[in-house]
């Protein structure tokens, strides 16, 4: 079946510096992914939608200019956190989707705990 | 806009228990509809979808049917495991293949 890679697991940083999380798609062409933010026991707050060669769009509320994604190629998206600080720490999760129809299910990554000190 | 509405949890059952956690949605359109699970630590895993009114999705015992009447989209199983505890969350598709999610739903399944 369609995998979703995401790296790191697991990320403590300092408040301040940046952190690269990596979304990979690792049997299959994605053309669009998307980052979606988890909150303890809440819902996921989709971020922004990913795609290739272009810009990513965010969603309203979130900050470009400190969420950056990068959608350099069909099988692999970055998400950097800039300048990070605690209110950052949360459980992101990038997702792909398989197929070429907006219907088509996403496949989700295991997350990134992330942990601002 | 676009939303989902699932019941708050958590809810902790009995093993072989009948489980329903209900989810109601609000969209423009025909969505397509979705159950995704997430174990502890872990991302999320389609569970079942249905893309249109009168659609049962079913897989691993669970089942939902897309009711466009009641914009409802309720999940259910007829006995419940253990292995079953983690948390499930509904949602629906919009325009440009974004998912909308419910807030999530905690089941605990007690031996």
């Known amino acids: 079946g369609a995998v979703v890679s995401q790296h790191p697991s697991r990320v403590i940083c300092k408040s301040g510096t940046s952190v690269k999380i990596e979304c990979r798609s690792l049997d299959f062409q994605a053309t669009t992914m998307f980052w979606y933010r988890q909150f303890p026991k809440k819902s996921l707050m989709l971020m922004a939608t990913?795609?290739?060669?272009?810009?990513?769009?965010?969603e309203q509320g979130v900050e470009k200019d400190k969420f950056l994604i990068n959608h350099a190629s069909l099988t692999l998206s970055t998400l950097t956190v800039t300048s990070a600080h605690p209110e950052d720490s949360s459980f992101y999760i990038c997702s792909a989707r398989a197929g070429g129809s907006q219907n088509s299910p996403l496949h989700f990554g295991n997350g990134t705990r992330l942990t601002v000190t | 806009g676009d939303s989902v509405t699932q019941m708050e949890g958590p809810v902790t059952l009995s093993e072989e228990a009948f489980l329903t956690i209900n989810c109601t949605y609000t969209a423009t359109g025909y969505p397509s509809l979705f159950w995704y699970v997430q174990y502890p630590g872990e991302g999320l895993q389609l569970l079942l979808k249905a893309t249109k009114a009168d659609d049962k999705g079913s897989n691993k015992g669970f089942e939902a049917t897309y009711r466009k009447e009641t914009t409802s989209f309720h999940l259910e199983k007829g006995s419940v495991q253990v292995s079953d505890s983690a948390v499930y969350f509904c949602?629906?598709?919009?325009?440009?293949?974004?998912?909308?999610f419910g807030q999530g739903t905690e089941l605990s399944v007690k031996p």
């Open positions: 949602a629906l598709s919009v325009v440009g293949g974004k998912l909308i």
């Open positions: 990913s795609n290739e060669g272009s810009k990513a769009t965010y």
